[in-house]
Antibody, heavy 117, light 103 residues
Framework: QVQLQESGPGLVKPSGTLSLTCTVS?????????WTWVRQPPGKGLEWIGE???????NYNPSLKSRVTISVDKSKNQFSLKLSSVTAADTAMYFC??????????WGQGALVTVSS | DIQMTQSPSTLSASVGDRVTITCRAN??????LAWYQQKPGKAPKLLIF???SLEIGVPSRFSGSGSGTEFTLTINSLQPDDFATYYC?????FGQGTKLEIK
């Protein structure tokens, strides 16, 4: 059973950089899947942020592309998210998930990140 | 860009009811449409993939159908555990969600 777990600071200052890591267990990050970040502002819907393949290939949401970097560490079976120049609008629950044929089948429990001074 | 609109945004129903949630797209979609259930403070849970395929462990009272630009999620004989928010998803786009409330 694949499991994903997000980790990282829960509070980031405005204009700072949000950094989260997703640790994958019960499966290999080098499988034929894309690994994805999705976020959900409080009381709102789901927004796709971006994805990475184990080769390092990435795709990003055009609305966030200038601020997002997703990377992979195969030795640790992890992938990470960095979002720069954050504002209060980036306050959200951040989920990591596995994309299996355009379906998100496994999800982490989520990490709440608040942007505040 | 694909835009997906769910209706209704909120649905009030009673235990034992049959409910249908619709997801409409602004362009014809492939069959790779999925439905998720989300409860407060939890991650979304995959219910249906590829329009009508039930994820392992999901009760058979959940079903999906549709093609082109209109897709539906149907829940037969609502159970107390079914009151939650439901999202459709195709590729990188999610619907805005439908909150299923107890009447």
């Amino acid at each position: 059973q694949v499991q994903l777990q997000e980790s990282g600071p829960g509070l980031v200052k405005p204009s700072g950089t949000l950094s989260l890591t997703c640790t994958v267990s019960g499966g290999s990050i080098s499988s034929s899947n894309w690994w994805t970040w999705v976020r959900q502002p409080p009381g709102k819907g789901l927004e796709w942020i971006g994805e990475i393949y184990h080769t390092g290939s990435t795709n990003y949401n055009p609305s966030l592309k200038s601020r997002v970097t997703i990377s992979v560490d195969k030795s640790k079976n992890q992938f990470s998210l960095k979002l720069s120049s954050v504002t209060a609008a980036d306050t959200a629950m951040y989920f990591c998930t596995r994309d299996d044929s355009s379906t998100f089948d496994y999800w982490g429990q989520g990490a709440l990140v608040t942007v505040s001074s | 860009d694909i835009q997906m609109t769910q209706s209704p945004s909120t649905l009030s129903a009673s235990v034992g009811d049959r409910v249908t949630i619709t997801c409409r797209a602004n362009q014809s979609l492939s069959s790779w449409l999925a439905w998720y259930q989300q409860k407060p403070g939890k991650a979304p849970k995959l219910l249906i993939f590829k329009t009508s395929s039930l994820e392992i462990g999901v009760p058979s009272r959940f079903s999906g159908s549709g093609s082109g630009t209109e897709f539906t999620l149907t829940i037969n004989s609502l159970q107390p555990d079914d009151f939650a928010t439901y999202y459709c998803q195709q590729y990188r786009t999610f619907g805005q969600g439908t909150k299923l409330e107890i009447k």
